[in-house]
């Protein structure tokens, strides 16, 4: 059973990337989703992976799926699914 993503449209488990989609702070302004691999809230340490998202399997340096609990916000850089300063996707 592939695993469709909602915004993308494409297999979660086959697709390198999802597209870029702009996140829209609070305040108004466009952030630019960070892309896997990029996060800097793991600065302080190197975790080794694979090159694919381990929660929703993009490949290095490919957007993460919205709802991936790896994304990290590009505002607050915490993860994205739990911090309040991006207006809900429609
Ligand atoms: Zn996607
Ligand atoms: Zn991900
Ligand atoms: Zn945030």
């Known amino acids: 059973m ?5 915004y993308c449209r494409r297999d979660m488990q086959r ?3 999802c597209d870029e989609f702009i996140i829209g702070s609070n305040d108004g ?9 990029k996060e800097t809230r793991f600065d302080d340490y ?3 992976f694979s090159d694919t998202c381990p929660d929703c399997g ?3 340096g490919g957007f993460h799926h919205p709802g991936c609990d790896w994304e990290e916000c590009p505002i607050c850089h915490e993860q994205i699914i ?6 809900e996707g429609e």
Do not use: A, L, M, W
């Open 46 to 48: 190197n975790p080794v």
């Open 29 to 37: 302004k466009d952030f630019h989703p960070i892309p896997f691999g």
């Open 82 to 87: 739990s911090c309040y300063c991006h207006e």
């Open 2 to 6: 592939p695993v469709i993503c909602q």
């Open 58 to 60: 993009v490949r290095f």
């Open 15 to 17: 697709t390198k990337s």
